[in-house]
């Protein structure tokens, strides 16, 4: 004859289950051995090379490790990187692009005449870990992206920041600052890339407490002066969409005299003045297939850009131009074409993690395989910048991955055998006639 527990003792026991439910799984340690590792940190490549990981992190390096109460995985000479940047796209944020009940990225307010500048505007907010992008993305070896803020009245765009797509809520890094130059913002700047200098000016002069109280130029919230004080004293990186030799050299001579700290994406002739950009350390986010003169911001477009802007000493990383969030997996062959195209090929890889880690402030935890890094990692079937390639496991904080999305699940499904659903095959209308 059972007993039954004590009230108190099974609120107790109910307690405990729940608590223990919400914390934390262990990290497994894990030895992948045998691997080409490729660090993307200065110890570059290592033939034959093992990597364990304890507690999520990195804790060794090196041939021969021993393996202890580690999990093995058999690299067999397979590349091993660390997972890669996705660019700066909308995932986790945009379901589908053509559906505006889907997308938190692009804000509007009224017309574009009425300059609504909201640079306190935060897309992180949105984020959503379940969405059905990032499991497309990761599975192909996709482990961060800079989600992107937009404006329809402003050339400052808002707030993004860098996000880990483990499932993590909350940034990885601090915040970036949107602004979109050029023929990208002539729309919101009263039709003149010349009216977006003013304006730029007169935001720091109301943001710095240098225009009247009463001023009728006014444009910023209170919130939005306290939004732009990191950006204005150097602590926070704004990213520039801009694409013209003119308007990257302006750009150039502006974040100097004010004091800030700028990454660009675009750069479409950003080659014309790689020496500029090499002097002043301002990184360049690249779509290397930006080869034609779509527009007469890039007249001067060469797939020849991210091999030129390298050689000149410019950090070169990739931003694809259109459609990135539902394409991130293709960034690595972007990469590849730079390659092709005289890039060189650790430089490739680097411009898909350790450049955008260490533009973006997330590159003390990834990025790059080293000691007490974390562990967030693909095993490759080849070259990962080669399109025919793929990524065999993922592991983010040394927990694999489960390779599935609802890509591979839609494909499984149409390419089981056409036999009637009741023994387990497909429904009646996609049998074959």
Do not use: C
Not at 1 to 28: F, N, Y
Not at 253 to 272: N, Q
């Amino acid at each position: 004859m059972s007993r039954r527990l004590p009230r108190a003792m099974t609120r107790l026991l109910i307690m405990g289950a729940l608590l223990a439910a919400t914390l934390p799984v262990a990290a497994q340690s894990l030895l992948i051995r045998g691997a080409t590792v490729h660090t993307a940190g200065p110890q570059g490549s290592l033939q034959n090379t093992d990597v364990l990981v304890r507690n999520g992190r990195v804790a060794a390096v090196g041939a021969g490790l021993a393996a202890g109460d580690a999990q093995v995985v058999e690299a067999n000479g397979r590349p091993l990187t660390p997972t890669l940047f996705g660019g700066v796209t909308g995932i986790g944020i945009e379901e589908v692009s053509g559906e505006r009940g889907t997308r938190d990225d692009r804000l509007s307010l009224g017309e574009a005449s009425d300059m609504a500048v909201r640079p306190e505007f935060d897309v992180t907010l949105a984020f959503n870990p379940d969405s059905i992008v990032i499991p497309v993305a990761r599975v192909e070896g996709i482990g961060f992206t800079l989600i992107s803020a937009g404006s329809a009245s402003s050339i400052i765009g808002g707030q993004g920041a860098v996000m880990r797509l483990d499932g993590s809520v909350d940034p990885a890094g601090p915040k970036v600052l949107y602004l979109s130059l050029g023929a990208g913002g002539a729309e919101q700047s009263g039709s003149s890339r010349a009216a977006q200098w003013m304006l730029l000016d007169q935001l720091i002069d109301e943001a710095r407490g240098r225009l009247p109280a009463d001023s009728h130029v006014a444009a910023l919230t209170p919130a939005g002066k306290r939004a732009l004080a990191p950006y204005l004293d150097g602590r926070g990186t704004i990213v520039v969409g801009v694409n013209r030799a003119a308007d990257i050299r302006q750009l150039l001579r502006w974040s100097k005299r004010h004091g800030l700290r700028i990454a660009i994406r675009g750069g479409a002739e950003g080659w014309r003045v790689a020496s500029e950009l090499a002097a002043a350390n301002v990184p360049v986010f690249v779509d290397p297939l930006v080869n034609l003169p779509s527009d007469f911001d890039q007249i001067g477009a060469t797939m020849e850009n991210a091999a030129r802007l390298q050689a000149a000493g410019v950090r070169v990383g990739f931003a694809q131009a259109s459609d990135a969030s539902h394409n991130a997996r293709k960034l690595r062959q972007l990469a590849g074409n730079a390659v092709a195209h005289g890039l060189p090929w650790d430089a490739g890889l680097a411009g898909l993690t350790r450049v955008p880690a260490e533009t973006f402030g997330v590159g003390e935890s990834i990025g790059t395989i080293a000691v007490g890094r974390t562990a967030d990692l693909v095993l490759w079937s080849g070259d990962p910048l080669d399109v025919t390639s793929t990524a065999d496991q993922v592991w983010f904080d040394g927990r694999a991955i489960e390779m599935r999305s609802r890509q591979t699940e839609l494909r499984d499904r149409y390419l089981r055998p056409a036999t009637p659903a009741s023994e387990g095959g497909l429904p009646r209308a996609y049998l074959k006639r």
